[in-house]
């Protein structure tokens, strides 16, 4: 399996209520900054199920460290999976450059820390208790920062 992963800028409206949309300027509509992972379909199934079950679950998680999913698409080879964009970038970032890194106070580095804390926990105890989620890939590179915390 392989995957790219891109940043784009959406037009977005609140589709439950299109009427409010339909003959606006489309510069006037709000713009959604995303991150989108395009993965190609090897013969590997694993790829796949691992696909469907990141899917399944950021369908379910609604909190706010929590990354959210904005859409998906699985079409012949091609998979792609679509997110809020983290403005900031990852904690890898930020180790692997001391001049970024001395810019957290320790208020911001204390946040950081209890805001990974309380998204484990979600993830951990909040979601149906059928399926519990264990993270198995927490690393800095996958910790992504918002505007907030920096």
Avoid at 44 to 73: T, W, Y
Avoid at 111 to 120: E, V
Wanted: with cysteine.
């Amino acid at each position: 399996m392989r995957s790219l992963v891109y940043k784009a800028e959406l037009e977005h409206f609140d589709n439950t209520d299109f009427d409010s949309v339909e003959g606006k300027n489309k510069c006037d509509l709000p713009k959604r900054h995303v991150a989108i992972k395009h993965i190609k379909k090897t013969s590997d199934e694993q790829g796949e199920h691992g696909f469907i079950a990141e899917i399944e679950i950021l369908s379910r998680c609604k909190h706010p460290n929590i990354v959210s999913l904005v859409g998906f698409c699985d079409e012949g080879r091609d998979m792609i999976i679509v997110y809020d964009l983290a403005s900031n970038g990852s904690l890898d970032d930020y180790l692997g450059a001391t001049s970024k890194m001395t810019t957290f106070t320790w208020v911001q580095r204390i946040n950081l820390c209890l805001g990974i804390a309380h998204g484990l926990k979600y993830i951990h105890t909040s979601l149906d208790h059928k399926q519990n989620i264990i993270h198995r890939d927490l690393k800095s590179a996958n910790i992504l920062l918002n505007v907030s915390i920096i």
